[in-house]
């Protein structure tokens, strides 16, 4: 597939980028002056809970995917993967894990191939997640996947950067259909319910933004979980996802997690 088939518009540094917005949430140094401009307005709109959202979410990809490994799992596709940083999947997993990012920027395919160079079981594609035949059909995810055996895909804080038109539910139905019982997917989800000022808001920064975002309801998120089964303690809030540490917060966030196993 051409890179102009899959390369977004707005990838340079007049441009925010949404990996590079949440690489500076991060603590990363991976962003410029535009990335960190818009990433303030979002800090401000949410009252400084993107900064301690954004963590918890990815806390909670290294939780679900040591619960992914501890159930047998040594593969992961990992989708929209984004710029490298702490704790990547490959990190996680264990040594005889094999994984596959994808991410369709061109900023972050630039980072993932250097990281991921030297490693014989970790791979990367330059590839958008909406094609998933595409994407299961891959020289370098054949290569490392085994559709015979279980597989945990990850769409971990990106499904809300596809449009309703591109038909996120039928997008992970075709991902779903590849995997054998006992494979998972693992999800996170910007909801609208409880702040729905705040996500329309912090929608209209996007607009500018090298990809547009779109939270969804409840409702609409647990729907993508369809063919799969809710791990406890269900669809739930960061903090609330297998984390004891955190059982007693009383914050609220706008993003929703959870993690399924095909039956």
């Known amino acids: 597939m051409p890179a102009d088939d899959i390369t977004p518009a707005g990838v340079g540094a007049g441009t925010a980028n ?5 690489d500076y949430w991060l603590g990363g140094k991976d962003n410029f002056a535009v990335d960190r401009e818009s990433a303030e307005e979002v800090v401000k709109i949410s009252q400084g809970r993107v900064l301690r959202g954004v963590r918890l979410n990815r806390d909670f990809l290294g939780r679900a995917v040591r619960t992914a490994a501890r159930a047998g799992v040594r593969q992961f596709l990992d989708l929209g993967s984004g710029l490298p940083t702490r704790e990547n999947v490959h990190e996680v ?12 920027d061109p900023v972050v395919a630039a980072h993932g191939r250097a990281l991921l160079a030297t490693s014989q079981d970790v791979g990367f594609v330059h590839a958008d997640l909406r094609r998933p035949g ?9 290569r490392l ?48 319910d409880d702040f729905p000022d705040r996500m329309a808001a912090t929608e209209r920064v996007y607009e500018g933004a090298s990809a547009r975002l779109g939270a969804r309801s409840r409702e609409e998120i647990l729907a993508l979980f369809d063919g799969f089964e809710l791990l406890e303690p269900g669809l739930v809030g960061p903090t609330e996802w297998n984390a ?5 917060s009383a914050e609220k966030f706008a993003g929703l997690v959870g993690v399924g196993v095909r039956r």
């Open 134 to 142: 595409e994407i299961l059909g891959h020289p370098t995810v054949r």
């Open 18 to 22: 949404i990996a590079r917005m949440y």
């Open 93 to 104: 997993a264990g040594p005889d894990a094999r994984v596959v990012y994808v991410d369709y």
């Open 244 to 248: 004891p540490e955190l059982a007693l």
């Open 145 to 192: 996947i085994d559709f015979a055996e279980p597989v945990a895909v990850m769409f971990v804080s990106v499904l809300h950067f596809v449009d309703d038109a591109d038909d996120p539910r039928r997008i992970v139905g075709e991902y779903r259909d590849a995997l054998v019982p006992g494979s998972h997917l693992i999800l996170s989800h910007l909801a609208k």
